[in-house]
């Protein structure tokens, strides 16, 4: 571990930029609910692929004491694969496709950790997921920057005005300049950035970073003397450490980034217009415990949360939830059915009661999980911030909300139109019946899209990329002993209709019944063959809004 043991032992009097919001000081809250919700930290990663989002995931488990071992994407020999990666082809491709959720302690805080799928075509799956966080971390790669993908999951976090760290990755390897780096994330996001340390070197002449604000350095070297504090960017220790041509170039950087970025400002973050900039190597455990750090320091607490009549509070005494994702088959054994929630506000003890505001239904929380990974433990109770597990039998869906009796309707998630649209063939028909249940399981837990032709012909599923198809041809053989194999549909688009006029709707789902489908939640879809017949039947029809977007009903 190079994350060096010397930093972590530290004098206290190294402080930080601002006085820090620990868990235990934060807003001084006064009673145990307020105390427990300030302690929470609810955060996701998001990155371009290959940026290092899994292996930093790794780390921050391992520096929290919730593993003993991290092992390497697609690692080998005896190492244990990825811990937040635990399906079967997240193992075999060294990818992640489904949203894990980790809880640990670290620093006196409760840390929920959202490892989100990095790959493209599982995009809605990641929007979902980052309206359940409170803050995020941007990896960048060090040699790549900003990259398509960073850039899309970046605007959705400001779209929510989500707080982000920022961690420059992979700075043992080859890399591009920092200034040139933070310029970039000036430009590009148009964030301002405030760097907490600053790289000494890259690649092979990367000795660790000098913190900006203690005047310390973390040694990559981690049997490398401790500096202790120095008394500034001028002193000979940093010259013996580089060398002196490369310490007077290195100078040059500090000055030009301590004149030219502005300092760490709290509120500015916490409002999402700064980012605190880190730098390091997720493979060789560096600067990850900078990132935790941070985290803890300077985080927010659980965020009040929008709902349609009103503004929900965290440190409410009424207990309520949102349903962001539904997990089956986690444990292959019992064929169990997930429903990951956030809890929004108050406490989740064991046992209570809950309604479910879309149904109006009432439900015993016997059994609510925390989790880790794919490993789980009963959750005696829970606070608002906490990610937990509630086992049911197709009771929940994704956008429910859980409440001690209010009915509760929350914002902001949405559904989005596939851009691949399939038929599936089953080589054994007649298990056509069990496939329909299997692909309406899916589509519940938000896998696929399922569309259902009002003219009674074969169901078209839906996805956002070919990678999803893949995942779920994968999951019908392994989970439910379905083979299957895809078939072009009759259509390539498809859009959710309304109209202000009920009757104009309906004459135009008259005229054209056999394009016209349902979806898993009986809204009528267009399926058009083409995006030139869209646009026609768009302005054939100047009343009729067709819409590629639709946000989930919850109550």
């Given at each position: 571990?190079?994350?060096?043991?010397?930093?972590?032992?530290?004098?206290?009097?190294?402080?930080?930029?601002?006085?820090?919001?620990?868990?235990?000081?934060?807003?001084?809250?006064?009673?145990?609910?307020?105390?427990?919700?300030?302690?929470?930290?609810?955060?996701?990663?998001?990155?371009?692929?290959?940026?290092?989002k899994?292996?930093?995931?790794?780390?921050?488990?391992?520096?929290g004491?919730a593993?003993?071992?991290a092992?390497?994407?697609?690692?080998?020999?005896?190492?244990?694969?990825?811990?937040?990666?635990?399906?079967?082809?997240?193992?075999?491709r060294?990818?992640?496709?489904?949203?894990?959720?980790?809880?640990?302690?670290?620093?006196?805080?409760?840390?929920?950790?959202?490892?989100?799928p990095?790959?493209?075509?599982?995009?809605?799956?990641?929007y979902?997921?980052?309206t359940a966080?409170?803050?995020?971390?941007?990896?960048?790669?060090?040699?790549?920057?900003?990259e398509?993908?960073?850039?899309?999951?970046?605007?959705?976090?400001?779209?929510?005005?989500?707080?982000?760290?920022?961690?420059?990755?992979?700075?043992?390897?080859?890399a591009?300049?920092?200034?040139?780096?933070?310029?970039?994330?000036?430009?590009?996001?148009?964030?301002?950035?405030?760097?907490m340390?600053?790289?000494?070197?890259?690649?092979?002449?990367?000795?660790?970073?000098?913190?900006?604000?203690?005047?310390?350095?973390?040694?990559?070297?981690?049997?490398?003397?401790?500096?202790?504090?120095?008394?500034?960017?001028?002193?000979?220790?940093?010259?013996?450490?580089?060398?002196v041509?490369?310490?007077?170039?290195?100078?040059?950087?500090?000055?030009?980034?301590?004149?030219?970025?502005?300092?760490?400002?709290l509120?500015?973050?916490?409002?999402?217009?700064?980012?605190?900039?880190?730098?390091?190597?997720?493979?060789?455990?560096?600067?990850v415990?900078?990132?935790?750090?941070?985290?803890?320091?300077?985080?927010?607490?659980?965020?009040?949360?929008?709902?349609?009549?009103?503004i929900?509070?965290?440190?409410?005494?009424?207990?309520?939830?949102?349903?962001?994702?539904?997990?089956?088959?986690m444990?292959?054994?019992?064929?169990?059915?997930?429903?990951?929630?956030?809890?929004?506000?108050?406490?989740?003890?064991?046992?209570?009661?809950?309604?479910?505001?879309r149904?109006?239904?009432?439900?015993?929380?016997?059994?609510?999980?925390?989790?880790?990974?794919?490993?789980?433990?009963?959750?005696?109770?829970?606070?608002?911030?906490?990610?937990?597990?509630?086992?049911?039998?197709?009771?929940?869906?994704?956008?429910?909300?859980?409440?001690e009796?209010?009915?509760v309707?929350?914002?902001?998630?949405?559904?989005?139109?596939?851009?691949?649209?399939?038929r599936?063939r089953?080589?054994?028909?007649?298990?056509?019946?069990?496939?329909?249940?299997?692909?309406?399981?899916?589509?519940?837990?938000?896998?696929?899209?399922?569309?259902?032709?009002?003219d009674?012909?074969?169901?078209?599923?839906?996805?956002?990329?070919?990678?999803?198809?893949?995942?779920?041809?994968?999951?019908?053989?392994?989970?439910?002993?379905?083979p299957?194999?895809?078939?072009?549909?009759?259509?390539?688009?498809?859009?959710?209709?309304?109209?202000?006029?009920?009757?104009?709707?309906?004459?135009?789902?008259?005229?054209?019944?056999?394009?016209?489908?349902?979806?898993?939640?009986?809204?009528?879809v267009?399926?058009?063959?083409s995006?030139?017949?869209?646009?026609?039947?768009?302005?054939?029809n100047?009343d009729?809004q067709?819409?590629?977007?639709?946000?989930?009903?919850?109550?």
């Amino acid at each position: 571990m190079t994350d060096n043991a010397k930093t972590a032992a530290r004098p206290a009097a190294a402080q930080p930029a601002v006085p820090a919001a620990t868990p235990a000081q934060a807003g001084a809250p006064r009673s145990i609910l307020e105390r427990e919700i300030a302690r929470r930290r609810t955060f996701a990663i998001i990155s371009h692929p290959d940026a290092g989002k899994t292996t930093l995931t790794e780390k921050l488990l391992l520096f929290g004491g919730a593993i003993q071992l991290a092992g390497q994407v697609k690692a080998k020999g005896d190492k244990k694969n990825t811990r937040s990666d635990w399906m079967a082809i997240e193992r075999a491709r060294g990818i992640s496709v489904v949203t894990s959720v980790m809880t640990f302690e670290y620093g006196g805080a409760v840390m929920n950790l959202l490892d989100t799928p990095g790959h493209e075509d599982f995009s809605d799956q990641t929007y979902r997921t980052l309206t359940a966080v409170d803050s995020a971390i941007m990896v960048i790669d060090a040699a790549k920057g900003i990259e398509a993908r960073t850039r899309k999951l970046f605007e959705i976090c400001r779209m929510r005005d989500i707080p982000i760290v920022t961690f420059i990755n992979k700075m043992d390897r080859e890399a591009r300049e920092p200034l040139e780096l933070l310029d970039e994330i000036s430009n590009v996001l148009a964030l301002d950035t405030a760097p907490m340390v600053w790289p000494m070197g890259s690649g092979r002449e990367f000795k660790g970073t000098y913190d900006l604000y203690s005047r310390r350095v973390n040694h990559m070297d981690s049997e490398a003397q401790d500096l202790g504090e120095l008394s500034g960017p001028d002193d000979p220790a940093i010259a013996a450490l580089m060398g002196v041509e490369a310490a007077a170039r290195w100078r040059e950087e500090v000055d030009l980034v301590q004149g030219a970025c502005g300092r760490f400002d709290l509120e500015a973050f916490r409002h999402g217009t700064l980012t605190p900039v880190y730098f390091g190597s997720a493979l060789k455990n560096f600067g990850v415990r900078q990132i935790l750090d941070a985290f803890v320091n300077y985080a927010p607490p659980p965020r009040a949360q929008k709902a349609a009549h009103r503004i929900i509070e965290a440190n409410e005494p009424a207990m309520t939830g949102i349903v962001f994702k539904i997990q089956a088959n986690m444990d292959p054994n019992h064929r169990d059915r997930i429903a990951f929630m956030r809890v929004t506000s108050g406490k989740l003890t064991r046992g209570m009661k809950a309604t479910v505001s879309r149904t109006g239904r009432a439900m015993a929380l016997q059994a609510p999980q925390f989790f880790f990974a794919q490993d789980r433990s009963i959750a005696e109770e829970a606070y608002a911030g906490d990610i937990v597990g509630i086992p049911n039998r197709g009771l929940l869906r994704i956008g429910d909300a859980l409440t001690e009796g209010e009915k509760v309707a929350f914002l902001g998630i949405p559904n989005f139109a596939p851009e691949i649209l399939r038929r599936v063939r089953l080589e054994d028909a007649i298990r056509a019946r069990k496939l329909r249940e299997a692909l309406m399981e899916m589509a519940e837990e938000g896998v696929v899209q399922i569309f259902s032709p009002l003219d009674g012909t074969q169901p078209i599923v839906g996805v956002i990329g070919a990678l999803q198809l893949d995942v779920l041809a994968e999951r019908l053989k392994n989970e439910y002993g379905l083979p299957t194999a895809f078939e072009p549909a009759p259509c390539e688009v498809a859009r959710w209709m309304s109209a202000d006029d009920a009757k104009v709707l309906q004459a135009f789902i008259d005229k054209n019944k056999s394009k016209i489908a349902e979806d898993q939640d009986g809204d009528k879809v267009y399926l058009a063959e083409s995006a030139f017949s869209l646009r026609w039947a768009a302005d054939k029809n100047p009343d009729i809004q067709f819409t590629d977007m639709k946000t989930i009903r919850t109550g």
